[in-house]
């Protein structure tokens, strides 16, 4: 057997084809020369025993770098074979050589093995084997042996500087930079180019401006990439304005841009939005013949989109070469971040017709448009791809993926994906957070923040305003506190997305003036944090207090959009303003040119209705310029209902159920009309024909938090532990309330039953069960806060108010449509409701 440099055995049949596949004299064409030619002109013996005095090592370190010119290791391997054994008779020079070889061809074991028998080193060994480490990412070991270099007293020149700085780049400890930067100065290497340029790299990457700056001004003679590096280090940390001032210097002083320094020009232009300039700078790309390089391409297609000038980006993508997959990547990124989902996913498809290899980022961006389609179908296929591709273990892939299933209502795929991820960053916490909130399970949207702060992953904006938004929708507010505590902790509390739903978890537990304080306090507001305050006080009832908010809103300069005027109707329908709600819907469409969609109409329907105009609500629906939705109807039945309007109720009634026959809701709001007017053969067919459906009311429900438990009630409850305590309480209450005025409202028992059956039965709806089970469970003179599935009936609400008055307790009821804050008697919602 004999065994070669590479350490690999080969078998003896073997060993004449390896000979001739190694050794550089036996094919003319591998190193391009002719080897017999070379024997003959160099006198090299044919004969392996002849002594190496023959074919000395400066030939050898010829023919070495002749391998390297033609990228030919294999042939650089085999010639190393024959300097062995010849007796090994290589210089340090021609060792050097040999060394570049194996580091360029990415044999680092045998350029490691190498170094270690080399007989004596200089500089330039050390660092082409630093330069290997590099190349291999194994950054320790290139800082390591930069050490053992300085260590054994080798010559600090420029280019181990500038292989070190690029090192400690790459290995993101650019800030390491300071330290070489001192000894580059006490050597006199300060004005080098070449490591100045290295040195403004690494300071540009960890930010110090300044002192990038301070090397470039005592550089003696700039050169381009100088110049490059500096437009580039200014463009990169946002000092756009002395990004352009470097340029225009560089022109003066007669130096021609390069690709790079037109992409770092491109930056600094979109970054203080001087399209003009950047435009002008096109121009001189044109010129020079740079348009068609790849980085420049990207630049102008960045730049053009900042613009919005969506026909250029597409002129400049078809102009630029796309053969490489970053400008695929890039409009494919642009179209699905701007809403435009089908032109993403259509160049995507183009791109796989081109034979361009997708990456991650690709994929990425592909998956976000299929996500916002909603388009499951697409999403497997992607994934397919993804699988095929082998970049399922990516972080960026696996979340977009995560998204994509999320997005179209499968969620136990996205946890499945999360589960077997490999790599997970706060994102993958995210998504998943954000698709349980999403689908409704605010629950276990929860439970999966506190696993994530387990695990010790730090949350950001998205995470607290999503779980914030989860406390809200399950009025946990005990939960919702805590979660504001930590946003101050981690220094979240200032910023605008978490202040919003900080005033939306609020607004939605029961705590309107805890909303306005954290309202009060923000030094920045959006649309949305105005829009959520609005929403806030119009759920409570406080329509004025809304339109307060809405006229400073236009008083702070900010335009009303969509939302808001959602907002606005909803407070004026709340509180029964019909003039101005009136004045607010026509001015949607003459000051703010919106145009109403069903929302708008919705809410007027209702503040008409609820007035009493029913006449004028039918006529807004008929006028609605395109066809009335479920939801439209549902306010017109609702009002008919408060105001006993037998005929107009079915009718609408009947439009609900021609779009959707199996709603239970309409169903029951029409067999309560029929109560009401005392139509019991009406109620009775309503309700077998539900039977007949499959159909069952909606239980109604009622349940309050306390020291981290949420009890829940149900009418006429005897389940709970506390029954007997429960109904002592209210039979005190009853005597109570009796004395200070109460008289029963039967007609909120939509039962044919006795009238004393009634009465007991207004005393065993689900909300008064649950206030009793507060007074005794909760502590004096606190705030009572009870959640309802279902409208507050006329009685209990008259009840809640006495009940207020005499307990000295502040009562919050938040049923289906708003809150109710019962003080002292009296109601948020003046007894319009």
């Not at 297609?301 to 695929?328: A, H, M, S």
Request: aromatic fraction near 10%; include cysteine.
């Amino acid at each position: 057997m004999i065994r070669l440099f590479t350490g690999r055995a080969l078998r003896p049949s073997n060993i004449s084809a390896v000979h001739q596949k190694l050794n550089p004299f036996a094919c003319s064409s591998s190193c391009g020369f002719s080897a017999q030619a070379a024997i003959q002109t160099q006198q090299i013996p044919s004969s392996t025993n002849e002594p190496c005095s023959h074919f000395d090592s400066y030939m050898y370190g010829s023919l070495l770098r002749h391998c390297i010119q033609n990228d030919d290791p294999i042939s650089a391997m085999g010639l190393h074979c024959k300097i062995l054994k010849s007796g090994n008779c290589l210089d340090l020079f021609a060792t050097n050589i040999l060394l570049n070889v194996y580091v360029k061809a990415e044999f680092l074991s045998q350029a490691e093995l190498l170094f270690d028998e080399m007989p004596e080193r200089n500089t330039i060994s050390f660092v082409t084997l630093v330069q290997g480490y590099a190349q291999r990412s194994q950054f320790s070991e290139a800082v390591g042996l930069f050490s053992r270099l300085h260590r054994e007293g080798h010559e600090l020149n420029p280019f181990v500087f500038t292989s070190i700085l690029k090192v400690l780049v790459s290995m993101e400890c650019s800030e390491l930079a300071w330290n070489l930067h001192a000894c580059v100065y006490k050597l006199g290497h300060e004005s080098n180019a070449f490591v100045g340029t290295a040195l403004i790299d690494a300071y540009s990457v960890c930010g110090c401006v300044d002192f990038a700056r301070e090397v470039f001004d005592g550089i003696r003679c700039k050169d381009m990439v100088t110049w490059t590096g500096m437009v580039a280090c200014y463009a990169e940390n946002d000092c756009f304005q002395e990004a352009l001032e470097v340029f225009s210097q560089m022109r003066l002083v007669g130096f021609k841009p390069n690709n790079f320094t037109f992409a770092g020009v491109f930056k600094a232009c979109i970054g203080i939005e001087a399209f003009d300039i950047a435009k002008g700078i096109h121009g001189c790309v044109l010129k020079t013949h740079y348009e068609h390089d790849i980085y420049v391409g990207v630049a102008l297609l960045e730049l053009y989109t900042k613009c919005g000038n969506i026909d250029n980006v597409q002129r400049v993508f078809e102009e630029i070469p796309k053969t490489d997959v970053i400008p695929w990547s890039f409009m494919i990124s642009r179209y699905a971040q701007s809403d435009q989902s089908e032109k993403a996913v259509n160049l995507f498809c183009r791109m796989r017709q081109s034979f361009v290899v997708p990456n991650q980022y690709t994929f990425a961006s592909t998956l976000q448009a299929c996500a916002t389609l909603g388009d499951l179908d697409l999403g497997k296929q992607m994934h397919s791809l993804v699988l095929k591709a082998c970049l399922d273990a990516d972080v960026f892939v696996s979340n977009a993926l995560m998204d994509v299933y999320a997005k179209c209502g499968r969620i136990e795929d996205s946890m499945e994906l999360f589960e077997k991820s490999p790599n997970r960053n706060d994102v993958s916490w995210n998504t998943l957070i954000v698709g349980y909130v999403n689908c409704g399970d605010a629950e276990k949207a929860l439970e999966l923040f506190m696993e994530m702060l387990e695990n010790q992953v730090q949350a950001t904006e998205v995470t607290y305003s999503s779980v914030l938004c989860a406390s809200a929708s399950l009025t946990a507010l005990e939960l919702g506190t805590q979660i504001h505590s930590l946003t101050v902790k981690t220094n979240y509390a200032e910023n605008t997305i978490v202040h919003n739903a900080l005033i939306d978890m609020y607004s939605k537990c029961g705590r309107i003036r805890d909303a306005h304080l954290v309202f009060d306090m923000m030094n920045e507001r959006d649309e949305v944090s105005w829009n959520t305050m609005i929403s806030g006080y119009s759920m409570h009832g406080l329509g004025m207090e809304a339109l307060k908010i809405f006229q400073m809103m236009k008083d702070r300069g900010y335009k009303p959009n969509t939302l808001t005027f959602v907002g606005v109707l909803s407070a004026c329908s709340n509180s029964g303003l019909l003039d101005q709600g009136q004045a607010y819907f026509s001015s949607m469409l003459q000051e703010y040119g919106i145009e109403p969609c069903i929302e708008h109409y919705s809410c007027m329907v209702w503040l008409l209705g609820r007035s009493g105009h029913l006449d004028k609500a039918l006529k807004l629906i008929e006028k609605i310029p395109f066809k009335p939705s479920v939801m439209v109807w549902r306010a017109l039945l609702g009002a008919c209902v408060i105001h006993n309007n037998v005929e107009l109720g079915r009718m609408s009634a009947e439009r609900i159920l021609e779009m959707e026959s199996q709603d239970d809701a309409t169903h029951v709001l029409l067999s309560n009309i029929y109560a009401t007017a005392r139509k019991w053969d009406n109620v009775t067919a309503i309700r077998q024909s539900m039977r007949k459906k499959g159909m069952k009311k909606e239980p109604g429900l009622s349940w309050i938090e306390n020291q981290g438990r949420v009890h829940y009630f149900s009418v006429g409850d005897t389940s709970h532990p506390d029954t007997k305590v429960i109904n002592g309480i209210l039979e005190w209450l009853n005597v109570r309330t009796r004395r200070a005025g109460y008289v029963p409202n039967c007609n909120a028992v939509l039962l044919d039953v006795e009238h004393k059956e009634k009465e007991r039965l207004l005393w065993v709806h689900s909300e008064r069960l649950a206030l009793a089970f507060a007074l005794f469970r909760t502590s004096p003179g606190s705030q009572i806060r009870i959640i309802k599935n279902l409208r507050i009936c006329v009685d209990c609400h008259a009840a809640m108010k006495l009940i207020s008055k005499i307990m000295q307790r502040d009562i919050i009821i938040r049923d289906m449509n708003r809150f109710h804050d019962f003080h002292d008697g009296i109601c948020s919602c003046g007894d319009y409701w």
